[in-house]
Nanobody, 128 residues
Framework: QVELVESGGGLVQAGGSLRLSCAASGRAVSRYSVAWFRQAPGRDREFVAG?????????RTADSVKGRFTISRDNASNTVYLQMSSLRPEDTAVYYC????????????????????WGQGTQVTVAS
């Protein structure tokens, strides 16, 4: 069983930065796929960035945040981070951390159906 706890959300002005954390327990983050998703009010949940693990780890980032958001992880603390810079009002959403139960092909890392474990989410609000 994997438990994921997100933190780091909050209110920030447009152009600002935030770093989200996803603390995992129950299994080492280096040995499974972990991703960040977000859901804005009235919209479907969408992929943001992730590590696809299938023997080795491949990083993927959504085009909408590429160059502004960076996913990283600290194996020692079993934590995955999402560094967000140049934030825009359209980045406002609840951000979720998710972990896959089985190896995930990097080509489908954005498919949320492949993730079995989810955190409770953390709210990010970007003011214009």
């Amino acid at each position: 069983q994997v438990e994921l706890v997100e933190s780091g959300g909050g209110l920030v002005q447009a152009g600002g930065s935030l770093r989200l954390s996803c603390a995992a327990s129950g299994r080492a983050v280096s040995r499974y796929s972990v991703a960040w998703f977000r859901q804005a009010p009235g919209r479907d949940r969408e992929f943001v960035a992730g590590f696809a693990w299938r023997g080795r780890t491949t990083e993927r980032t959504a085009d909408s945040v590429k160059g502004r958001f960076t996913i990283s992880r600290d194996n020692a603390s079993n934590t995955v981070y999402l560094q967000m810079s140049s934030l825009r009002p359209e980045d406002t959403a609840v951000y979720y951390c998710a972990a896959g139960q089985s190896p995930i092909d990097p080509r489908v890392v954005s498919d949320q159906r492949l993730y079995r474990h989810w955190g409770q989410g953390t709210q990010v609000t970007v003011a214009s």
